[in-house]
């Protein structure tokens, strides 16, 4: 009663909402344009970053459209959202809707389905998550993780990564990875299990399918697949209790409805044949990561055997190339992954890094900043800053590096750098704090701290003193030692007083000049 009391008091004082599916009142501050302009900004650059969209099958893309329009066809807000279904080039067996319907299935997880009716279970569930605003409505609570952005593709031997810590530093803003890893309440997991099963019925479809999906994840969730437990489960935890709920809903609906099991082992046939050439490319990665170059090599050799229009094959060849030191041969591997794929950000920022590496940098910085273009990463803004820098381009330079700097890794702890070397000399006060201070005997110092990452050197500062007898003294300072990434040290000025309750309206310290330590 309490609960229903404060929510009719929200409900006046802010903003509640009717839910279009379940037709009860909640609170939600968020209004279907905000839903729309988080799917549209989002929907593409999360699909980078997770492997980018399969294409060497437009059929099954076509096919995976067709069967989540029959369902968005019944989804309450049909009118307002802009549905959108995708394949992500990913073996992971996922599946996540954005706000405003922006949908996305997973080519790890369609060869795990068994027919329509099972993809259909998958989509109806994800379309209710975007027509009930679940997303919306949690934001409104409050309760999404803060989470940091997802590493994306192994890099191989980069000049900007090293070898012990090889991946991308992708820069999708902290909502766009909290999207793809909040788990919903149980309450929107029960809604968009069992509307979904409505929506499925109404499109024509046997709800018996959501029964047997989600019996299949109870069975792969107890065998604890890794892949499984870090894609659909950690977002959408299976369980026998599902199952059971799943199969009670079923009961209240009409009966029959088409499963559609041979047209689905028709259309996912050339994914399944291909199946073993993606599970070699997983390995061959696995391989690559734990810097087993000579075993992912003759992993990928397989996988190239089987399929060799897959320009994500033909990506990490070009990474082992350039491990090896065959620049050419990468980039001819680069140049045939962005052939199959141009519009993969990962193929364009490694042809990009070889052609710098070649002296190639009108080419580099094109194919670098198409890369920026699809994904922000902190390796791109890095590459990038250099060649403004090179360019006598500063302001560019320093742009590219602040955003590079944004990334906890080894790419932005050097972007960090490059910028203090370019702006140091100029604004030494953005990297060195100062205040006055003094000790028990009265001795006055200026206090100095390293707010960079970086260690500094031949600080510099002026310090401004009224004395005891009313007399302005000034001195120049230099601290003899290097200082540190995020210490602090006293600087002494050779002054003394006899009242230290005042040395901080009477001592000014300021900095004047810094460096880079050697």
């Known amino acids: ?25 909640h609170v939600q501050f968020y209004d279907t344009a905000w ?15 997770q492997g980018g969209d399969f294409l060497l099958d437009p059929e099954l893309t076509d096919y995976v459209q067709s069967v989540g329009d029959k369902l968005a066809a019944r989804a309450r807000r049909k009118g307002e959202l802009q549905f959108e279904f995708n394949i992500i080039n990913d073996s992971t067996p996922n599946a996540w809707a954005l706000p405003g319907g922006k949908i996305s299935i ?9 027919s329509e009716a099972e993809l259909a279970a998958v989509l109806g569930h994800e379309i209710v998550h975007a027509d009930a605003a679940h997303t919306a409505r949690q934001q409104s609570k409050g309760v999404l993780t803060q989470v940091g952005a997802a590493a994306g593709m192994v890099l191989i031997g980069t000049q900007t990564d090293s070898s012990a810590g090889r991946a991308a530093a992708v820069m999708v803003p902290v909502l766009g990875a909290q999207l793809l890893t909040q788990k919903y309440s149980r309450d929107a997991e029960r809604e968009a299990d069992q509307y979904g099963m409505q929506y499925m019925s109404e499109a024509g479809y046997d709800p018996a399918g959501a029964v047997q999906l989600q019996e299949t994840f109870v069975r792969l969730s107890e065998g604890r697949r890794q892949d499984w437990l870090s894609g659909l489960f950690a977002s959408h935890p299976a369980s026998r209790e599902r199952v059971e709920r ?168 050097k972007a960090k750098r490059e910028l203090a070397l370019l702006e140091i000399s100029s604004n030494p006060q953005k990297y060195v704090a100062t205040a006055p201070a003094s000790d028990g005997d009265g001795t006055l110092y200026c206090l100095v701290g390293n707010r960079t990452s970086i260690a500094l ?27 540190a990434e995020g210490a602090q040290a006293n600087i002494s000025l050779g002054w003394k007083t006899s009242n230290t309750s005042s040395v901080n309206q009477r001592l000014q310290c300021t900095v004047t000049q810094a460096r880079v330590a050697d």
């Open 1 to 25: 009663m309490r609960f229903w009391t404060l929510l009719a008091v929200v409900c006046v004082a802010t903003a509640c909402a009717v839910n279009p599916v379940t037709g009860q009142r």
């Open 35 to 49: 839903e729309q302009d988080i799917g549209s900004n989002y929907y593409a650059p999360l699909r980078q970053q």
């Open 106 to 114: 997973n080519r790890g997880l369609l060869t795990e389905l068994k």
């Open 246 to 413: 799943n199969r009670e809903t079923a009961a209240g609906l009409p009966q029959g409805g088409d499963s559609g099991e041979a047209p689905y082992q028709q259309k996912t046939a050339y994914l399944r044949r291909v199946e073993p050439a993606y599970a070699a490319y997983d390995r061959a990665m696995k391989h690559a990561s734990n810097e087993e170059y000579g075993q992912a090599q003759a992993a990928l050799d397989e996988a190239l055997a089987i399929e060799t229009r897959e320009g994500l094959f033909h990506a990490l060849n070009g990474d082992l190339k350039m491990q090896a030191g065959e620049n050419q041969s990468a980039l001819d591997s680069y140049e045939r992954a962005v052939s199959l794929n141009g519009d993969f950000y990962y193929n364009r920022l490694r042809r990009g890094q070889v052609y710098l590496d070649m002296g190639r940098l009108a080419d580099a910085r094109t194919d670098l900043q198409r890369s920026l273009d699809l994904l922000p990463t902190a390796t791109a803004h890095y590459l990038l800053g250099n060649l403004d820098r090179d360019a006598g381009n500063r302001k560019s330079a320093a742009q590219h590096y602040e955003s590079a700097a944004g990334s906890d890794s080894e790419t932005g702890r």
């Open 457 to 483: 050197a031949q600080i510099t500062v002026d310090a401004r003193y009224m004395d005891d007898e009313g007399a302005s003294l000034q001195a120049s300072r230099v601290l003899q030692e290097n200082l």
